[in-house]
C-alpha cells in the first residue's frame, strides 16, 4: 500500500480521540486522527509525524495523520490501512494459493467481518486487527477496552462450528517485534477471547509491516503467545544457560531417537547417577531397535534388572516391534507417530521429537510442572491432569523454532539441579530468578501446589530364601499383576514366625535343616508397600521333594539369566 502527497510534520497535541495539531511548515494545522486508539505512547508533543494532505480542497480538515516516529521505529498509526494491507498480500498468492477470490466487508450473523475469501472449496472469514502498542519489542492489542472486538472473535467461533475456516490476522504497523501478545491489563477479556477462539479451530496469526513515511507492506509472520508472556521472555536466557552450564551426560552424545527413547524410560523414578551404568550396558546388548525388537524376554528383563517399573521395558519391547513392522525398522519422527508408539506418552514423545529431530514440542515432566508453576508463582495443583496439558499448551507456542531440544533439556535440567523440590532452590544461580515471580514474592518454597497422594496400602510378607547346597529356589510370578512376569524369592502373605516356616515349608514337601533370620526391609510400590520379614533356611534334596513349581539354579545361573526386582534388593546378599 502506497499513500501520495505527505509531509513530514511535528506533533503537537490532541485535543480528542478525532483530531490533534500539527506544525506542518512552520504553521499549526489541524490533522485528523484515524486511529481513536489511546496511543498515549506515540503522540507525545514534538514527536516526528507524517501527514497526509487530502485531495478534496472542500474538506474541512486537509491533513490525516499516517504515521509517526518512535525512537527508531516508523510506526503507522492509519486505522483504515490493515484491512487493505491483508488484501493486497492474499491476492499476491500469499496464504490461500493463487487467485483467490476475496471481498472486503462481509456480514455473518451478528457482525460484518474485514474479509471473505475463497480459494477452491474453501470457504474463508477474516478479521483484521491493526496493533500500534509495542513495548521493548513486543506488540499487544488493544490498547483499549474493545467489547467489539470480543464479538467479532466469538462470531468466528460460530462460523467454524458451521464448517467455515476462520482467521485472526493482527497486523503489527512497524517493526522489528519480537512477539505478539494480548493487551491482558488492558482487556483480559479480548486476551480470553482469543485463546477460547484457538482452542476452537480459529487460526491467530500475526504479521510485523515494513513501513515509510509513504507506504505499508505486510512482511514476516510474528510468534503469537496467548499463554503467559514470561516463557517466552525465559525462553533466551534458559537455553543460553543450559548450553552452557548442563551436565555431561552420557545420552547426550551421539544423540539418536532410540539413545534419547532409552534413557527418557530408565530415567523415569530412576536417579540420574543410578541410570548411567544401566543405560551403557543396555545399549552395548542392545545397540539397535531391531536387536530390542528380536531379544528373548528373559534376557531384556535381565538387563533391565533393578531399575523397577518392569513393564516399561516390555513397552519399550512392543513398540520396538512396531517401528519394524511399521515403520521398517527406522524410528519415526513426527510427534504424532512417536506418541502412537507403546508405552509413549506425551512427555517422552515430546523429549524424543525435540532432542532427536528439532520438532517444536514440549516434554513436561515433574521438573517442568516445578519451574512453570514456580516462575509463573502458579497455585494450581499440578497433579491434575488439565493443569499439565495447559502447560503443555503455553510451552508449546513460546518453543524456540531454532532450539526446541536445548529450550526442553533447560526446562528439566533447571528443575533437577537448580529449582530443585524438597528444600531451597538455588534461586541465586538460576538464568531465570529476574523473571521468577514466585522469587519475587518470596514463596518459592510453597510451590508447587501437588495434591498428597492416597495413603499406600500396607502388606506383611514372609520372604524364603530357600537353600540346598549350592542351588538356591527362585520362582516365576505370574504374567498379570505386580512385577508380572519376573523371578523372586519365595514369598507369603504375613509375617510367620519360626514354627510357621517350619510348618510352611513341611507343607510343600521340604524338611528345613536350619533356620537362621534375616533382616527387616521394606519396599514402596506406587500403590502398596511391601514390609518384609525373612528366613535363610537351608534343606535337603530341595529339588527332589518340592511340590511348588520352582526353579532351582546356582548363584551364576541367577546372575546371569534371570531378573530378580530390586523390592528383594535386602535379600540380594544371599541370592548372589
Known amino acids: 500500500m502506497r499513500y501520495e502527497r505527505i509531509d513530514k510534520a511535528v506533533f503537537l497535541e490532541r485535543p480528542n480521540r478525532f483530531i490533534a495539531y500539527a506544525e506542518i511548515g512552520g504553521k499549526k494545522e489541524t490533522i485528523h486522527v484515524k486511529n481513536t486508539g489511546r496511543c498515549a505512547e506515540l503522540l507525545k508533543p514534538l514527536a516526528p509525524v507524517y501527514v497526509q494532505k487530502s485531495d478534496n480542497p472542500e474538506r474541512k480538515t486537509q491533513w490525516d495523520l499516517i504515521a509517526v516516529e518512535k525512537g527508531d521505529i516508523l510506526v503507522n498509526m492509519d486505522s483504515q490501512i490493515p484491512n487493505r494491507v491483508v488484501q493486497e498480500y492474499i491476492e499476491k498468492g500469499n496464504l490461500f ?50 467489547e467489539r472486538a470480543v464479538k467479532h472473535v466469538e462470531e468466528l467461533c460460530l462460523a467454524v462450528k458451521e464448517g467455515y475456516e476462520a482467521y485472526i490476522i493482527f497486523v503489527i504497523q512497524m517493526k522489528p517485534i519480537r512477539y505478539f501478545t494480548p493487551n491482558m491489563d488492558t482487556h483480559p477479556a479480548f486476551g480470553e477471547a482469543l485463546k477460547k477462539a484457538r482452542a476452537s479451530g480459529v487460526k491467530v496469526l500475526a504479521y510485523d509491516s515494513i513501513v515509510t513515511p509513504e507506504s505499508i507492506e505486510l512482511d514476516q509472520p510474528v510468534p503469537v503467545v496467548l499463554g503467559n508472556p514470561l516463557l517466552k521472555e525465559a525462553a533466551l536466557p534458559l537455553v543460553e544457560w543450559y548450553r552452557s552450564s548442563k551436565r555431561d551426560l552420557p545420552w547426550r552424545h551421539d544423540i539418536s531417537a532410540y539413545r534419547v527413547w532409552v534413557s527418557e524410560i530408565m530415567l523415569q523414578q530412576t536417579r540420574v547417577e543410578a541410570v548411567k551404568p544401566y543405560f551403557e550396558r543396555f545399549l552395548k546388548e542392545l545397540p539397535t531397535v531391531k536387536e530390542l525388537a528380536e531379544v528373548h524376554e528373559d534376557k531384556l528383563l535381565k538387563l533391565w534388572e533393578g531399575l523397577g517399573y518392569y513393564n516399561r521395558v516390555r513397552n519399550m519391547q512392543k513398540a520396538a516391534q512396531q517401528i519394524m513392522a511399521d515403520f521398517h525398522g527406522e524410528f519415526p519422527e513426527s ?56 502447560i503443555e499448551e503455553e510451552l508449546e507456542e513460546v518453543i524456540p523454532p531454532d532450539a526446541p531440544g536445548d529450550f526442553n533439556q533447560g526446562l528439566i535440567e533447571l528443575g533437577a539441579i537448580v529449582c530443585v523440590p524438597n528444600g531451597e532452590p538455588k534461586c541465586e544461580q538460576c538464568p531465570l530468578s529476574h523473571l521468577c515471580q514466585a522469587h519475587e514474592q518470596g514463596i518459592e518454597t510453597e510451590l508447587p501446589v501437588r495434591t498428597k497422594a492416597k495413603a499406600r496400602r500396607i502388606e506383611k510378607r514372609t520372604v524364603l530364601i530357600l537353600k540346598d547346597g549350592d542351588t538356591l529356589a527362585i520362582k516365576k510370578r505370574p504374567g498379570k499383576g505386580l512385577l508380572a512376569g519376573l523371578y523372586e524369592l519365595p514369598n507369603v502373605e504375613g509375617h510367620l514366625t519360626r514354627k510357621q516356616v517350619i510348618e510352611y515349608s513341611n507343607s510343600i514337601g521340604l524338611a528345613p535343616i536350619q533356620i537362621k533370620k534375616a533382616e527387616s526391609a521394606k519396599h514402596i510400590f506406587s500403590h502398596v508397600e511391601w514390609h518384609m520379614i525373612g528366613y535363610e533356611i537351608k ?3 530341595l529339588e ?14 541367577i546372575e546371569e539369566k534371570y531378573s530378580i526386582p530390586s523390592a528383594f534388593e535386602a535379600y540380594r546378599r544371599y541370592v548372589l
Not at 545 to 556: G, P, V, Y
Request: proline share 5%; hydrophobic share 35%; charged share 30%.
Open 97 to 146: 494459493g493463487e487467485k483467490p477470490y476475496v471481498r472486503p466487508e462481509t456480514t455473518y450473523g451478528n457482525s460484518r467481518f474485514d474479509l471473505y475469501v475463497e480459494s477452491g472449496e474453501r470457504k474463508i472469514f477474516i478479521e483484521v486487527k491493526g496493533v500500534t502498542l509495542e513495548e521493548d519489542g513486543v506488540a499487544r492489542f488493544p490498547d483499549a477496552p474493545s
Open 335 to 390: 510427534y504424532e507417530e512417536i506418541r502412537s508408539l507403546a508405552g509413549i506418552g506425551s512427555y517422552t514423545a515430546g523429549a524424543i521429537s525435540s532432542f532427536a529431530y528439532g520438532v517444536p514440542k514440549p516434554a513436561v515432566d515433574g521438573n517442568v510442572l516445578r519451574v512453570v508453576s514456580r516462575l509463573l508463582a502458579r497455585e494450581d495443583d499440578i497433579m491434575k491432569a488439565s493443569v499439565k496439558t495447559g
Open 539 to 541: 534343606v535337603d534334596e
Open 544 to 557: 527332589k521333594n518340592c511340590s511348588e513349581e520352582m526353579i532351582f539354579a546356582r548363584k551364576d545361573e
